[in-house]
């Protein structure tokens, strides 16, 4: 939103670099933390999908190109605006494949739960059903 502010100049250049800059370095550790968090979880398809985001903000960072430059924003805007929404995509990405494997493996482990318990019957409307029988997504498991 800065960099389309900037854009149209509604703000100045100092005022988009700072706000940016604001929220480079919680962006890196958060990933950063995520990326951790999925590899101590056991999650390695999503911790290999993390692993080049953050490498790219670590070596963004090393190399010191992580801040906008205040003298430079109006050279770099059409970069910084596409690198934002590649980024922006890629987060998409990700929070898509976080849902799904969070789906997928809750409706495995009441798969689990229902197989391990012997308790495969299921009450709805009334009637009691077997589990394989369930063409409904509403069920109370007994």
């Known amino acids: ?8 100049d509604y703000i100045n ?14 962006e890196f550790i958060l990933q950063g933390i995520l990326c951790v968090f ?3 979880t056991g999650h390695w398809v999503m911790s290999l999908l993390c692993a080049p985001y953050l ?6 960072y090393t190399q010191k190109k ?13 970069w910084e605006k596409k690198q934002r929404l590649f980024k922006l995509g890629y987060l998409v990405l990700v929070l ?8 997928w493996s809750t409706l495995d482990d009441m798969e689990d739960y229902c197989n391990r318990n012997h308790r495969n019957t299921v ?20």
Do not use: Q
Not at 13 to 26: A, F, G
Not at 124 to 140: A, N
């Open 123 to 142: 009450i709805l409307e009334g009637r009691v059903l077997g589990f394989k029988d369930l063409s409904s997504r509403f069920f109370v498991i007994e």
């Open 96 to 103: 898509f494949f976080s849902i799904f494997w969070l789906i």
């Open 55 to 60: 490498y790219y903000n670590v070596r963004v």
């Open 13 to 26: 250049p100092y005022d988009s670099s700072s706000r940016i800059n604001k929220v480079v370095l919680p």
């Open 66 to 78: 992580h801040l906008a430059d205040v003298t430079e924003i109006f050279n770099t805007l059409p």
């Open 1 to 8: 939103m800065c960099l389309a502010d900037l854009e149209f």
């Open 38 to 40: 999925y590899l101590f």
